[in-house]
């Protein structure tokens, strides 16, 4: 499929694969394809930060590639690796066959063939479908040297392995970064990038988000799930829940054919919208009620 030419359409495409994003997502969005640009989102987790490249992917029918970061992330494991094994294999061979070329077999063991592609070099590669869109997903849990190596890697959207040279994206790949900020990304990289912080939604987009991708939801349970984790936000919580939450509790509670809350049913799945016992414990006795009745009252007509 084309890049969309307009905001309206980047909307609607995200839209058909069950993304809600409001106009100024949709922009940052648009441009980022138009300019060919990485795009940075921040954002607290369970937002819809990863959601927004597998909705791209699916949309686009472009292959998605996803680089997990984590800590002690470095380039090699990003981008590539020699298979040992298969080496030490063929050189036995080569040795009980009583071959002597050892400039061949040394050509032959850092070939393509022994190569394992990891998903930044993977996303460099031809593709007849188009430019994979490459996430790059919770950059913030890495350190300042993958970061350092990111930024050749994004300029120029190409990486160098020494036994084969500098191999070069024949088109770039869509790219898409993620950081749930448990700390700061450098300015060197955000400057490579369009910038947009993902906030949690208001309470009418978290509705579009709910019933696109729980449809089989009543409306008025929707409404009350929606309000009661709109209302839980405003709590001093270790971790709010995200959309990504309010969706799974919304299954959970479609599961056990819930059909309003209450505060016995919450006391019972609190663990699928809060993942820590501290808030949790937070919720006993009649603080779920009182955030109940609060939410309950909110959805009455002023």
Excluded at 167 to 190: C, F, G, Q, Y
Excluded at 198 to 208: A, G, K, L, N, T
Excluded at 244 to 257: F, H
Aim: charged share 25%; hydrophobic share 45%; with cysteine.
């Amino acid at each position: 499929m084309p890049i969309p030419q307009s905001i309206d359409a980047v909307q609607a495409m995200l839209d058909a694969q069950g993304y809600v994003c409001d106009r100024a997502l949709g922009t940052v969005v648009f441009l980022s394809l138009k300019l060919g640009r990485p795009l940075f989102l921040e954002g607290e987790a369970g937002v819809g930060k990863t959601e927004i490249a597998k909705a791209l992917s699916a949309g686009l029918g472009r292959r998605l590639i996803r680089l997990q970061c984590y800590e002690g992330l470095d380039a090699s494991s990003a981008v590539y690796e020699w298979n040992f094994p298969a080496q030490m294999v063929a050189i036995r061979t080569a040795e009980a066959a009583g071959g002597s070329d050892r400039q061949a077999l040394q050509t032959e063991l850092f070939s393509d063939d022994y190569l394992i592609k990891r998903p930044l070099l993977e996303a460099m590669q031809p593709d007849e479908a188009g430019a994979p869109v490459l996430l790059i997903d919770e950059l913030d849990r890495t350190d300042e040297p993958f970061e350092a190596f990111l930024l050749e890697a994004l300029s120029d959207f190409q990486v160098t392995i020494p036994e084969l040279g500098t191999i070069k994206a024949p088109e770039p790949p869509i790219v898409i970064l993620t950081s749930n900020r448990t700390r700061e990304v450098h300015d060197a990289l955000k400057r490579r990038c369009l910038y947009h912080w993902v906030d949690y939604p208001d309470f009418q987009r978290e509705m579009d988000i709910l019933t696109a991708r729980a449809p089989e939801a009543a409306a008025s349970l929707s409404r009350e799930v929606v309000a009661f984790v709109q209302r839980l936000r405003t709590e001093d919580l270790f971790k709010k829940p995200g959309v990504a939450e309010t969706i799974d509790w919304a299954k959970c509670l479609l599961a056990l054919d819930v059909l309003t809350l209450s505060p016995e049913v919450i006391a019972d799945t609190l663990g699928a919208v809060l993942k820590y016992q501290d808030d949790i414990q937070k919720l006993q006795g009649s603080e779920a009620k009182r955030i109940l009745d609060e939410a309950k009252a909110s959805l009455e007509p002023a």
